[in-house]
């Protein structure tokens, strides 16, 4: 596609109730991240992918968060037992390897 | 650990008053870096990167300088367009993914 393309753009969901994101990156860009924006905060690194390599996952900041990405495209942001501290905007990003990626629209995760 | 803090947090200005936004950083090993703009309901988007200090990079009425503590965004002869969430984060070591500052929100009233 023509950019990086996420899904749904907004999710509200009940406290206690498992989510997932979805993240169309760019064709052929091998490096994906996904990072969350709080209101009136900066991005907060969540975890990134590069190829085939063994993700970095140390910007998740529990275990009820995981991701995945699927054949080296397709990524999947997985929220369970959702809290309301969860609520924020879940940006996804993709690059051809350098950090200056190109950053999907975003998902605001609102928990009620 | 890896800071990035940027002033002001919010800044108006008049079209074609020329401003500065400021971020200062902390880190063990700058490896770049960048400058993004974000429209409310958007991502960012990528506007500079800069590597080593003296380095500048420009872009319409935007110049990115970054010193050995700190990079500024200078806007010139601003105009409404322009107005959005403006963005600073560092690579740093090892690290493969950025660290951002809070952003300065930029208004230019008309």
């Known amino acids: 596609g023509a950019g990086v393309s996420q899904s749904p753009s907004n999710k509200v969901t009940e406290k206690g109730k498992d989510v997932e994101l979805r993240c169309d990156p760019i064709s052929g860009h091998t490096a994906l991240y996904w990072y969350r924006q709080s209101l009136g905060q900066g991005l907060e690194f969540l975890i990134y992918f590069q190829g085939n390599s063994a993700p970095d996952k140390s910007g998740l900041p529990s275990d009820r968060f995981s991701a995945e990405r699927t054949g080296g495209s397709v990524s999947t942001l997985t929220i369970q037992r959702t809290q309301q501290e969860d609520s924020a905007v879940y940006l996804c990003a993709s690059s051809l390897g350098q950090p200056q990626a190109f950053f999907g629209q975003g998902t605001r995760l609102t928990v009620v | 650990e890896d800071q990035v803090t940027q002033s002001p947090e919010a800044l108006r200005l008049q079209e074609g008053e020329s401003s500065s936004l400021n971020c200062s950083y902390t880190?063990?090993?700058?490896?770049?870096l960048f400058w993004y703009r974000q429209d409310p309901g958007k991502g960012p988007e990528f506007l500079f990167t800069l590597y080593s200090a003296g380095e500048e990079k420009e872009k319409e009425r935007l110049k990115a300088t970054l010193t050995k503590k700190e990079s500024f965004l200078h806007i010139t002869a601003p105009k409404p367009e322009d107005s959005a969430t403006y963005l600073c984060a560092v690579q740093a070591g090892s690290a493969r993914q950025l660290t951002f500052g809070s952003g300065t929100q930029l208004t230019v009233l008309p």
């Open positions: 880190v063990s090993g700058l490896r770049g």
